[in-house]
């Protein structure tokens, strides 16, 4: 047993976007992020559509340069944990392995004639010391 305890970071903040929903549900998909992220790169493990659904599993790398030594050759591997496109809402979990554990909630409401109101809700947890200090610097670089 280990004195190891991980620490927690949540941020959530609410952006607006100038589509209705209906266009911008379907693009908080792995596939479908290249459509608006230049440089968005992943690698599609379990889809039946194709497209992001419940249980959907793909990868992204690790940005290289990162502060535990091998990261930049692992992977960071996510699951969606809830889709429900009639409510717009999509939830994901994402691990990198032995260093953070993340659960992201998002919510889109219809905002006037043709916006969407985009709640954003980040919930990180350390697995790892290395993950502690991650953590901390991402705490610091928010406030």
Partial sequence: MTAFKGNRVVHEFTQTNPAAPEKVFPLLCPVREADWLPGWNYRLIYSDSGVAELGCVFTTPNPPGSAVPDRASAETTWIVTDYDP???????LWIDPGHIITEL??????SGADGTRTHIRYRYTALSPEGNSDLDQLQREVV
């Fill in 86 to 92: 009639t409510a717009f809402r999509i939830h994901y």
């Fill in 105 to 110: 909630r998002i919510q889109l409401a219809r």
